[in-house]
C-alpha cells in the first residue's frame, strides 16, 4: 500500500518560511519523479513544484519561482518544499504526489499517488 504523508505546514506572517515534507512509503521515490501541487478554497488545484526522478531537474510555477525550492532525499525517500518569503496567496493545502513515468508534471493528471494534504496558511 502507498502512502504519502505530508508534514510542516502551520500558519505564518507574510514573509516567513517553512519546509513542508512528504515521506513515503509503499514505493521507492528514487525510481519517480516527485511533485507539489496546492489547492485554496474555492481554487483549483494547481502546480507547485516537481523534481525528476534521475537528473533532479526541478520545475515551478511561475508563482513561487525564487521563493520555493523542491529537493529529494532519496535515502529517507522524503521530498521536501522549502518555502521562502510566503505571500497571503501562498495560503492552501499543499499535497505531494508521486509522478508516473509519461506526461507532464505539470500536470496532475500525470501522478499516480497523493497524500492527504498539509495547511499552510500565511497571514498578512
Known amino acids: 500500500q502507498v502512502q504519502l504523508e505530508e508534514s510542516g505546514g502551520g500558519l505564518v506572517q507574510t514573509g516567513g518560511s517553512l519546509r513542508l515534507s512528504c515521506a513515503v512509503s509503499g514505493r521507492t521515490i528514487s525510481n519517480y519523479a516527485m511533485g507539489w501541487f496546492r489547492q485554496a478554497p474555492g481554487k483549483e488545484r494547481e502546480f507547485v513544484a516537481a523534481?525528476?526522478?534521475?537528473?533532479?531537474?526541478?520545475y515551478y510555477a511561475d508563482s513561487v519561482k525564487g521563493r520555493f525550492t523542491i529537493s529529494r532525499d532519496n535515502a529517507k525517500n522524503t521530498v521536501y518544499l522549502q518555502m521562502n518569503s510566503l505571500k497571503p496567496e501562498d495560503t492552501a493545502v499543499y499535497y505531494c504526489a508521486v509522478a508516473s513515468g509519461t506526461g507532464s508534471l505539470l500536470v496532475g493528471g500525470t501522478y499516480l499517488d497523493w497524500g492527504q494534504g498539509t495547511q499552510v496558511t500565511v497571514s498578512s
Open positions: 523534481i525528476r526522478r534521475s537528473s533532479g531537474t526541478t
